[in-house]
């Protein structure tokens, strides 16, 4: 079985950041594709930005120039850096991993920016 587990959320203030790490463990594949997802009160789920096995990356509009993603493909662990935080950034963020056509999600951390 494949869990999923976040770290990194909490409290913020705008133009700060950020940094959240998903570890992947169980039988993976080595290729897949992981993101992050995030879900604000309200709002349904939404991309924030995957990367490959390969290492291609596709970010929504509003994180392009401000928030970085990438991966350690030996330690199966994703991270999302963020920076230059805004408050309609606040939501919990999920971590997700593709492998062939089954999704998996992690538990969501929150993120707050917030003066």
């Known amino acids: 079985q494949v869990q999923l587990v976040e770290s990194g959320g909490g409290l913020v203030q705008p133009g700060g950041s950020l940094r959240l790490s998903c570890a992947a463990s169980g039988t993976i594949f080595s290729i897949n594709i992981m993101g992050w997802y995030r879900q604000a009160p309200g709002k349904q789920r939404e991309l924030v930005a995957t990367?490959?096995?390969?290492?291609?990356?596709n970010y929504a509009d509003s994180v392009k120039g401000r928030f970085t993603i990438s991966r350690d493909n030996a330690k199966n662990t994703v991270y999302l850096q963020m920076n230059s935080l805004k408050p309609e950034d606040t939501a919990v963020y999920y971590c997700n991993l593709i492998i062939v056509t089954i999704n998996y999600w992690g538990q969501g951390t929150q993120v707050t920016v917030s003066s």
């Open positions: 990367i490959t096995s390969g290492g291609s990356t």
